[in-house]
C-alpha cells in the first residue's frame, strides 16, 4: 500500500497554505449531525479551492483586497476560506444567520463589509438571499459572489498576500474589532498550537464551534486542515440540541476513526454534562481522546469536575482536559496546560482578584465554600512556543510572581494590529504589543 503523500516544503507558500499543493489522500472532512454524516476527502477540497480561487481571478478580484465569506460550517466554507488565500486576496469569515441573530446579526454584517471595505463578498446559495437583503440596506456597492458559481470557474492561483485574515473580535470592551493576521502569524501560531498539543499525522479532530470564532477557525479549521488531519465537524445547533452526536465522535466503539483532539469554551462542558448521563455512555471507549482543550471564557473549576467524573468510567483520562486561554490579538493560542498533565485548581480570596493585588491562596476547607468571599481559580499553563506572557499593574510595571495583574504577549503570533483605532477600554495594542486583562 503507498504512503500518504507529505507537505512539499515550498519557499513561497506559508505552511498554512501547504497543505493545497499535497492534500492526502486517505484523510478529510466529516461533516454530521443527529442522524446522517458526509465525507469529502482533501484532495477534493484542495481542487475545491483552487476553483474558488481562479473564479475569484476571473471576476477581477483584486489581490490584496479584504474578501468576506458568509458560509455555513463545513467543507464548502473549509475550501472557500483556503480559496480566497490562493487568490492572494485576504479572508473575513461571516457569521452566518440563525433564528436568534436577528438585527444584531444583520448590524455586524453590515459593520464587517464596511470595516473591510469590501468591494466583493463571497456567500453560499443558502444565504444568498439574506446577504444581498443586507447589503442592500446599508446601500454598499459590494458585489455578491455566489459560492458555486466560483466552484465550477478553471482552477487558478496567485503569490499571497502578506495578510491571511481579518478576525472580529469584541474583546472586553463588547465592539467588534477587526485584527489583521498575518500569514507569518498563522504559521507561527499553528506551529505553536500543534508542538502543545503535540499532533501528529494519525490525530482526528472534532468541533461544534462556529468557524467565524477564531477558536472554531484557528483552532478547530487551520491548525488540523494545515496538517491534513481528519477533521469531523457539525454545526452549533446540531450540538445544542444533541451533544451526544458530538460525544460519539470520540467513541472507539462507535465509529471507525476516534477523534483524539478537540476545542469548547467551558459552556460546552456544561452542555455535555447537563444532557449526558453515565447510560447515554453505556459502553463507550473514550479512551483515544488526547486532549479537550478548554477556554475563551473563565473556566470554572465545579464544571471541569463533573466533566471528568461523567467521563473518566469511559476511558478519557483525567491529563485529557487541558485548559488554556488566548485572544485574536494573537492569532488564537497563548498559553496552555501540558498535554500530559492535569490543571491544577486553586481557591484564593475574591478581593484580592484586583490589579496589583497579591493573590492568597486559601486551603480547601469547609469553611471557605458557600461564603462569597473566596473563589476557585484554574491553572491556563504557561507561554506557547515563540510567545512570552508578562502580568503588570495599571501603569505597566512588571509585578511580582503571585499578584493580579494585566497581560502584556509578546512573540512571533501577534496580529499587525486593528484595522482602525480600537474603541473603547480592555485588549489594546501598545508598542505592538497586544495588552489586557
Known sequence: MSRPPTLRARTDVPRTLGWLDAPRHDTGVEMFDEVSHTYRPYPDIAAAALRISGGLIAEGVPRGAVVPLLCSTGPDLIA???????????????????????EAGRAHTRAVVAAVDAGAVVVEAAHRDHLVEVLAEAGPRTRVLLLEELAEAAPGRRAPDERALVQFTSGSSGRPRGVRISHAALDANTAAIR?????????????????????????????????????????PETFLRH????????????VAQPATITATPAFGLRRIVDKIGHADLAGADLSRTRAVIVAAERVDPAVVDRFTELMRPHGLAPTALTTAYGLA???????????????????????????????????????????????????????????????????????PEGHAGELVVTGTSLADGYLAAAPGRGTAFEDGRPAGS
Not at 472557500?80 to 436577528?102: I, W
Not at 464551534?209 to 454545526?235: E, Q, T, W, Y
Not at 481557591?347 to 462569597?372: K, S, Y
Open 329 to 399: 490579538e494573537s492569532t488564537l493560542a497563548v498559553t496552555g496546560v501540558p498535554v500530559d498533565r492535569t490543571p491544577r485548581a486553586v481557591r484564593v480570596h475574591r478581593d484580592d482578584l484586583r490589579v496589583g493585588a497579591r493573590v492568597r491562596l486559601l486551603a480547601e476547607t469547609p469553611e471557605h465554600e458557600g461564603t462569597g468571599d473566596s473563589v476557585q481559580v484554574i491553572s491556563c499553563g504557561s507561554a506557547l512556543e515563540g510567545l512570552s506572557v508578562q502580568v503588570v499593574d495599571d501603569d505597566g510595571r512588571p509585578l
Open 243 to 254: 451533544p451526544m452526536a458530538y460525544v460519539t465522535r470520540f467513541d472507539a466503539n462507535r
Open 80 to 102: 472557500a476560506f483556503y480559496g480566497v488565500q490562493a487568490a492572494g486576496c485576504v479572508v473575513s469569515v461571516l457569521a452566518p444567520p440563525t433564528r436568534v441573530s436577528g
Open 195 to 235: 508542538a502543545w498539543e503535540q499532533a501528529g499525522p494519525d490525530d482526528s479532530w472534532c468541533s461544534w464551534l462556529p468557524m467565524h470564532h477564531d477558536m472554531g477557525l484557528i483552532g478547530c479549521l487551520v491548525v488540523p486542515v494545515s496538517g491534513n488531519n481528519r477533521l469531523a465537524v457539525c454545526r
